[in-house]
């Protein structure tokens, strides 16, 4: 049956959707923000991680037999520490947090009862506001809403070096990954002009940072573009893929993990 159906619910009818979107199915909703991300990266770097994440979690998903499509992503973030940057579009957290609440809520209401938030953008705020509207569609809907924090240890651990360190924005890190799925987006022939800015931005932030130029990113990024390779960024949405799925997973406690 999950064959039936295309990956992305935007690629479906009304009718398709009708058959897609049951008490089996699960729904991944794909969040990120539109900010600068180096001169080297798009500034749509979260959406492309966080769609590519959810896709990739829905095959696996499929893979075992589910039915999983991958929501219209949210594509503007509480992106502030970035505003002074051109391109960079915050948006309120009242706002994320609503619109979090209201799609899940909306989808809820054709039958799934199962749901994922993939989020690929760490701004304090923005993760504060998802949190919220997850709260707030939870009760609404009664359903059950993952929402995996990869800062969280059990999830950092399995991604990288630097991510760990706090050198997590428009580096190594996040360079690989959109190598793996958009590499024509990305300005490779910059590299050799981009040095290494390691730099713990999480702790910066917490100190008092306002901006990514007043926590030691003049040109937005921090970290090692140059050290980006598609193999790290496969590698790393094997990771975040399995994050998603597990999860999953336990949003019912009587299945395992692997099962959903």
Request: proline share 8%.
């Amino acid at each position: 049956m999950t064959t039936a159906f295309a990956l992305d619910l935007a690629d479906l009818t009304w009718v398709e959707a009708r058959d897609a979107l049951s008490a089996e199915s699960v729904v991944l909703l794909p969040v990120g923000a539109i900010e600068a991300h180096g001169p080297h990266l798009p500034l749509d770097t979260d959406v492309i991680i966080a769609v590519e994440t959810a896709r990739r979690a829905a095959v696996r998903m499929r893979a075992r037999g589910h039915v999983a499509v991958v929501a219209p992503p949210i594509s503007y973030g509480v992106s502030y520490v970035g505003a002074p940057f051109a391109g960079t579009v915050p948006a309120p957290s009242p706002v994320v947090s609503t619109l979090v609440e209201h799609v899940i809520a909306g989808l809820a209401r054709f039958g799934p009862r199962r749901f994922a938030v993939v989020n690929a953008h760490l701004e304090p705020a923005h993760v504060e506001a998802i949190r919220q509207g997850v709260a707030r569609a939870t009760a609404t809907t009664g359903a059950g809403i993952a929402f995996p924090d990869k800062r969280e240890p059990r999830w950092a651990a399995a991604l990288s070096d630097e991510f760990r360190r706090g050198s997590r924005h428009a580096g190594a890190y996040e360079t690989s990954l959109v190598l793996a799925a958009a590499p024509k987006k990305v300005r490779i022939d910059l590299f050799p002009s981009l040095p290494p800015v390691f730099v713990d931005l999480p702790g910066r932030l917490r100190a008092g940072a306002r901006t990514f130029a007043e926590a030691g990113g003049n040109e937005a990024y921090f970290g090692d573009p140059a050290r980006a390779t598609a193999a790290e960024g496969e590698r790393l949405f094997g990771a975040l893929a399995t994050m998603i799925e597990t999860a999953v997973g336990e949003l019912d406690p009587a299945r395992s993990a692997p099962n959903l």
